[in-house]
């Protein structure tokens, strides 16, 4: 019999099941349409990998409980996934869903299945088929007698750091969905500020493409280090072989997304989170797809006169370091909060410094300072935001200079920077004690009656305008 059965045979199925039957599962794998299996009969002779081409010969196959990892499309092909083994199944069994599910979708689906007997797991997934085959972060969710019994084969397949399996149990529901979301929604801004990074490097400080590499290679032996750095430095030092031109210079400006940045924004105003960073890397996204209009703007639409000025390069190199460090921990400060808030708000109760450590490994977000994060929170379990935890007090307080010099610099000169400003503008409203927001609640009451609080009193008021 076979410990687990793997449904869906696309990359990141395929590499699932060979990553648990590396790790000494034995797997059964099956695919609605029968091409992905055949390739993957083709492809790989496997002694402990069972094909089938017969749902009802799949389900069977499997050890009791069973254990089904689902690998398909979100949205509908779920359910529809769902409807077809619910028949097949016994009480007790558990359906895993590792795909990209939204997070209330997966509520949804925990509690129907509950309801007939059956445990449901959300998965998130990050690290992509190289993840997927030697490793990922997984984010579990669910009822925790439930993921015990998958625990060991979850934990087994996971990247692992420092001895530690980069997965663990997070929550109820469908809070794995959840915690991964808004790890995509980290990954948006964390992009987009390496980007405005490199856009300063080049249109400002007028470096080529192999400088900015090199740069980018050294901040990631530091405390910048991360994949996305990692990965962002390889990537400037392709050339294309048809052109002979850096391979950037020949990828079109238009960028793509399947959604969970999206979600992780309009979640951030449904709970009432200030997402600004993440939300301004969304917006870039969209922007970036009216290329053809960009264009033509370019030409008819006035920016400021372009001064030319000697600079320090290397001054100016290390003050773009500082504020990209600083803009990466407004973001992880944004999003942790925003965990925080669904945490409350859901009633989750989800571990902030165990969300810190299932990312340091596997996934795309990967980066060193996790595990400050990570102590930050499990020093200060009631923290309310990184930026109270000493060690970024310190790293944001040191650092909040250079932001202001890039971003006006940027500003000046016409160069976008939405994340790296979206960063500064959250830092000095977050850092506030007064805000104008009393104009505002101020002009409510006046065209609306909707009242205001008083600094001398408690209670709700109204003034006749």
Not at 71 to 78: D, K, S
Request: hydrophobic letters at 40%.
């Amino acid at each position: 019999m076979n410990s687990i059965g793997v449904f869906g045979l696309g990359v990141m199925g395929a590499n699932l099941a060979l990553n648990m039957e590396n790790k000494g599962e034995k797997v059964a794998v099956y695919n609605y349409t029968p091409d992905l299996t055949d390739a993957f009969q083709a492809k790989y002779q496997r002694e402990n990998i069972e094909a089938h081409y017969q749902l009802e010969n799949f389900v069977n196959s499997l050890e009791k409980p069973r254990k089904i990892f689902l690998m398909v499309t979100a949205g509908a092909v779920v359910d529809t996934v769902i409807d077809s083994l619910l028949p097949l199944l016994d009480q007790g069994d558990i359906i895993m869903d590792g795909g990209n599910s939204n997070f209330e979708d997966s509520n949804r689906r925990y509690r129907n299945l509950k309801e007939e007997g059956f445990h449901f797991i959300s998965v998130g997934v990050s690290g992509g088929e190289e993840g997927a085959l030697n490793g990922p972060a997984l984010m579990p969710s669910g009822d925790r007698e439930a993921y015990q019994q998958v625990a060991p084969i979850l934990e087994k397949i996971a990247a692992q750091v420092d001895g530690k399996a980069c997965c663990s149990y997070l929550g109820k529901e469908g809070s794995g969905h959840y915690v991964k979301m808004v790890h995509n929604g980290i990954e948006y801004a964390d992009m987009q500020l390496i980007t405005e990074a490199y856009q300063f490097l080049r249109d400002r400080l007028d470096l080529d493409v192999k400088e900015i590499a090199a740069i980018f290679e050294e901040w990631n032996r530091g405390e910048l280090e991360s994949y996305l750095l990692e990965i962002t430095s390889d990537i400037l030092t392709h050339v294309d072989k048809e052109t002979n031109q850096p391979m950037v210079d020949v990828i079109l400006d238009k960028s793509g997304q399947k959604g969970t940045g999206k979600w992780t924004s309009q979640n951030a105003l449904d709970i009432g989170v200030s997402l600004s960073i993440i939300t301004e890397s969304v917006f870039m996204r969209f922007l970036s797809t009216v290329k053809e209009e960009r264009m033509v703007a370019e030409k008819e639409l006035t920016g400021p006169n372009q001064l030319v000025e000697e600079v320090d390069k290397k001054e100016w190199i290390e003050l773009v370091r500082q504020a990209l460090f600083m803009g990466k921990i407004c973001t992880y400060a944004q999003g942790f909060y925003q965990y925080k808030q669904a945490s409350e708000q859901y009633n989750w109760d989800l571990h902030l410094d165990e969300i810190a450590l299932i990312f340091r490994g596997g996934c795309i977000i990967r980066a060193g300072i996790l595990n400050e994060i990570s102590d930050a929170f499990k020093e200060n379990k009631e923290l309310p935001n990184l930026f109270f935890s000493p060690f970024f007090k310190t790293v944001l307080n040191n650092s909040q200079t250079a932001l202001r010099k890039v971003v006006i610099k940027g500003m000046e000169t016409g160069l976008a920077l939405p994340c790296l400003n979206a960063s500064l503008v959250y830092y000095d409203g977050y850092r506030s004690a007064k805000s104008g927001a009393n104009i505002i609640q101020a002009q409510r009451d006046y065209f609306g009656a909707h009242t205001y609080q008083r600094i001398d009193r408690e209670g709700n008021f109204h003034t006749e305008w």
